[in-house]
């Protein structure tokens, strides 16, 4: 691996441009949803892109060194979101 991207991947900028990409496709959905006349409901959005912020929040922390504390809670708080996620999708397919 070059020692240029060895940096890049251990103080966290890679991950702030995969956020930063996670951030701009949400928005270009809804903004495309809304064109078709289809707004995009905050429940669609909280659990799947809110458990992936989450897991790449905690690849983050660690990368860069945090206390084990931080990364615990950010994968800790991925699951509920992920829980979430679930039992929108299962009520969206039963009904």
Known sequence: MSEWLARFL??????????AIVALEVLLIALWLR????????SELVGPVGAGVLLMLALRAALVGAAPEIIVLFLAASFPAHLYDLKVRLARREG
């Open 10 to 19: 251990a103080s966290g900028r890679a991950i702030d441009v995969v956020l």
């Open 35 to 42: 064109s078709k006349q289809r707004p995009l409901a905050f």
